[in-house]
């Protein structure tokens, strides 16, 4: 199957900074989610991003297909942005949906 | 809140025994997936069920089985439980039938003693 690569895996951030979560894939995909699971185990479904760009609030996405990356801005960090994030891609031909290992998220005050 | 439920949250059970998992899909969704979280192998995509019919199929084991039933709600049928098998189990609901955007349920925790 495809290969799902994310990084960093641990990452520590002051609340008000910036990050930058990578997602690395093998092959073709038809579209990629980004997850949010929150310290209390619940997934939140952040963007559904295929290719192109979308903003929500101080989080945007953007997933470059033909380089077969996507990245995950978290602007001026919370301590409710901590958990891990996880992104998840269909991959084209296989009706399947494969995730990668995550990145651990801590927001100190 | 996600408008998916699942119950139970909690389920302990012993070996070889069987167990099934329910999940109510948001009002107006018809696709019901179904996940398995463990330590060692991390998330994984096991099934997806739309509008009553088997749409895709992930990692699932022969053991176990699920279905989709005319209101939509799912179940998911865990069978001869081995130790391994000890996991969280979410349920995620969408509109359409294509992997598309997902709503997930707070999860069933399953521990096989």
């Known amino acids: 199957g495809i290969q799902v690569e994310q990084s960093p895996p641990d990452l520590i951030l002051q609340e008000g900074a910036n990050s930058t979560l990578r997602c690395n894939f093998s092959?073709?995909?038809?579209?990629l989610q980004w997850f949010h699971q929150n310290p209390w185990g619940q997934l939140i479904n952040l963007f559904y991003?295929?290719?192109g760009t979308k903003q929500n609030g101080r989080l945007s996405a953007t997933t470059v297909a033909t380089e077969r990356y996507s990245l995950l801005y978290i602007s001026s960090s919370q301590t409710t942005d901590s958990g891990v994030y996880f992104c998840?891609?269909?991959?084209?031909?296989?009706?399947?949906?494969?995730f990668g290992t995550g990145t651990r998220l801590t927001v100190i005050p | 809140d996600s408008g998916v439920t699942q119950t139970p949250k909690h389920l302990i059970t012993a070996t070889g025994q069987r167990v099934t998992l329910r999940c109510s899909p948001r009002?107006?969704?018809?696709?019901v997936y179904w996940y398995q979280q463990s330590l060692d192998q991390g998330l994984q995509f096991l099934i997806q069920?739309?509008?009553?019919?088997?749409?895709a199929k992930g990692n699932i084991l022969e053991r176990f089985s699920a279905q989709q039933f005319p209101d939509l709600h799912s179940e998911l049928n865990l069978s001869s439980l081995e130790l391994g098998d000890s996991a969280l189990y979410f349920c995620?609901?969408?509109?359409?039938?294509?992997?598309?955007?997902?709503?997930f349920g707070p999860g069933t925790r399953l521990t096989v003693l």
């Open positions: 995620a609901s969408s509109v359409g039938g294509s992997l598309d955007e997902q709503f």
């Open positions: 092959d073709s995909v038809n579209n």
């Open positions: 991003i295929p290719s």
């Open positions: 998840a891609v269909d991959q084209t031909g296989a009706n399947n949906l494969f």
């Open positions: 009002s107006g969704d018809l696709s």
């Open positions: 069920y739309y509008n009553g019919e088997e749409r």
